[in-house]
């Protein structure tokens, strides 16, 4: 684990996507077989998304979670280190799980279908981050909960004691959600429960309008009532919506007490892969470099933009000066 000071550490769902290149739109029938070109891999989950995100746009950024020991975990933290060296240091390799990985079958002309293995991340628990993950950091954050199925275990305490941890260490925090399977143990977790349990120890909370839907009523009031002091409500290309406590004044002046819609910016989408997780990395990386809200609510909608404009989640990142400079530039915000 490497000991350098780190900004912001991303913990959480880590995960590997093999993407078969598909021409044909049919899928084989049983026992058949069908031809499929190289097959594209990237990293995935909340941690490679919104952490590399963050590390491409200059912030000093920790990758905190596992992966198992076999050839896709090997990919995984080859492909980390390409980014950086030293940012596979905090990806644990676990002996008796399998690496995290999705077989995405995308024909064209037809929806795209996912062929999930959970395998570490269901395991992974608040015990097997250490305080060494967390140590000389400003900032915590925690992506995909609903696919992670130990750390929501006993309505989500060892969810709640990190992030009390870290709180306690002085970070502050953040948490983003994903899709719940409403077939699978997700869909029996106590959410409303979870959410009481956890909120009190989390600053920004930054889940999606669905998601929200699909685990309680979403309610601005009611959830910074909970304990967050900041809820970014991520809608799509509608944008965000975001609702601040009074508590929120200490990430800067007039954060607190506020209302606040951010629109999208109107550019060519080529693929929404990583959209949300990488308008988390462009709201922290305000966050934690002072911005107003205004300013940190514009780098989120900055960096979703940037991110839309190619197909894969981070390929079309960059620093934050960069963002910055797009947003100095007005660019024209679409109207929802
Ligand atoms: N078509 C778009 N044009 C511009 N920005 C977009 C578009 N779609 C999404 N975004 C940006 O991405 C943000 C997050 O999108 P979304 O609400 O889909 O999050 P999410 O459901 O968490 O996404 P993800 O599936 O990537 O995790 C939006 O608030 C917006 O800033
Ligand atoms: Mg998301």
Redesign the pocket.
Known sequence: MTQTDAEIVCCGHICLDVIPRMTGSDLPPPGGLAEVGPADLATGGSVS?TGLALHKMGIKTRLVGAVGDDMFGQAVRQRFEAHGPGLSAGVQVVTDQPTSYTVVVSPPGSDRRFLHCPGVNATLTDADIGDNALAGAKHMHFGYPPAMKAICTDQGKPLRRLFERAQNAGLTTSL????VDPHGWAGRVDWPALLRNVLPHVDVF??????LAAMTTPDPAALLALGCDVLVI???????RIHTSQDAERFGPKWGNRVLK?T????E?VG?????????AGFLAGLVRGATLEDAADL??A???Q??QSAD?TSGIDTLDTLRAFIANKPHR?TP
């Open positions: 998304n983003d959600m994903c899709g930054l889940p999606s309008l669905d998601e991520k809608d799509g290309e509608n944008g965000l951010a999208t910016f109107d550019v989408v929404t892969t990583g959209a949300g997780d990488t308008t988390i989120a909608c960096a979703g933009a991110c839309v989640a679409r």
